[in-house]
């Protein structure tokens, strides 16, 4: 990056905001897994959508390529500059709206952690639908522009569910707000909302956000169900959705649970452990009664289920799920596959796939785990190097010919790049690698990442 460049940047945002500092640097130069590294040529931190837009064009005039940057806490090197590129620390901007109750919408700013916004919103009685492990780190910016999912995904839908409206910097240099009232029907035209959702920082830079809200509920149910087998755990499922309180249905194998077992030096509540065990959530006020019922038609023994009524002992539950990722960061560097499977291969891929990775891994660690009723799981390889593309290859391997997605919820980064043909088709991505070239004309948002290089 040329010193006019950073020069340019610092008289627009002040010096205090522009950081060279290596050290300081640091932090945003590598990923959560410490799998992606790449260094920077500066990190800047814009504190208003106007400043985001100069810093736009300052990077067009002078051919210089940003990456947008929230918590960080993304798994597939989409926030992690690759090559000399200005990081865009977006945290300043975590300005949050009042909550309109009438509506139940809340307009958020790109850089507001999750839970910063969740005890905004639970102030009012209502919630954002989506909720995740990484809450405390992760900002509403990212999780628009990865189209989180997490856990309550098969009540709610993804974050692009919730997602109203927006305010993006587009790499063309312009500032747009599109629905930013709220409003729940405008069919005037192309879907810019959603297309920027999922976008992973590659169409234009999310400032504001408008979101839905829904009921933060009275009572939350947690309970766990074993099972012998997963086969028996996907044959759970109907049982699961016909209940109207269902929020969640997250899916643990016995070694990952044994992993977490040793990770926090707790003893899993059920005893042996099972092979599968669902962790379901059920929410409002007649969510006891429902937990009876519920046990009763999946068929689970009483000596293979745990329930918790109260917050204390669901968040106690809940963290056996939520302690995967990082019992599986304490073994080492972890290669991550999050993949969704058509549910009646969700038994065969499960059987398969420890084999499909030992035969690329010999001795690797492997486990599985996710929110089983979008038929997305989360595959774990630790001990491969950081360079070994092979266990995640033979994860979307086997996940292609099964019929699923190479994508679930994180988004395709740079790790899933050379995926992306071969899940959408040639013709599918030479039309998004057109709205690419026409959002961002000079390639400067987050090159490298999703799309293939257009040839
Ligand atoms: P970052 O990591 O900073 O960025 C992610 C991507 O979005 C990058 O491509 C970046 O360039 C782009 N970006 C960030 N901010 C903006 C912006 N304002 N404008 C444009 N582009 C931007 N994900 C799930 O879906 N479900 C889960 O259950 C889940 N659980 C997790 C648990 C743990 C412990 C961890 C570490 C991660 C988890 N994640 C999960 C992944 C991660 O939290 C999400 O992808 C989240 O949405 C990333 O938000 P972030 O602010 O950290 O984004
Ligand atoms: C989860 O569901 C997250 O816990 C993280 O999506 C999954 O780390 C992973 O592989
Ligand atoms: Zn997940």
Redesign the pocket.
Known sequence: VHDAALRDLRSVLGDRYVISDPDVRAPHEV??TGRWRGVAAAVVRPGSAEEVLEVVQVARRHGVQL??????????G??TPRDGQVVVD?RR?RELGPVDEQAAQVTAG??ATLTSLQAHARAHGLELAVD???RD???I??????N????HVVRYG??RAQLLGIE?VLGTGALVQANLAGLLKDNTGYDLVGLLCG???TL????RTRLRLVPAPRTRLALLLGFSSVTDAVAALPHLRARSSLAAVEMMRRDGIELVADHLGVAFPLQPVPVCTLLVELIGDDGEADAGVLVAATGVSDASTAVATDEVGAAGLWRWR?GH??AAAARGLVHKADVTLPFDELSTFNTRIDDAIERVAPGALTIVYG?LADGNLHVNVVGPAADDEQPVDAVLDLVLQLGGSVSA???I?VAKRRWVVRQRGETAVAAMQAVKSALDPDGIL?PG?LLPDAR
């Open positions: 990923d959560w990456v947008p940057q929230g918590g960080n806490t993304g798994l597939v989409g926030a977006l901007l790109a850089g995740l492990g990484a780190t992760a900002t910016g990212g999780m628009v522009a990865t989180a999912g997490g856990t993804p974050m993006v976008s992973e920082g234009g830079i999310i400032t939520e990722p990082e929110h919820e994180h988004g980064g987050n990442v």
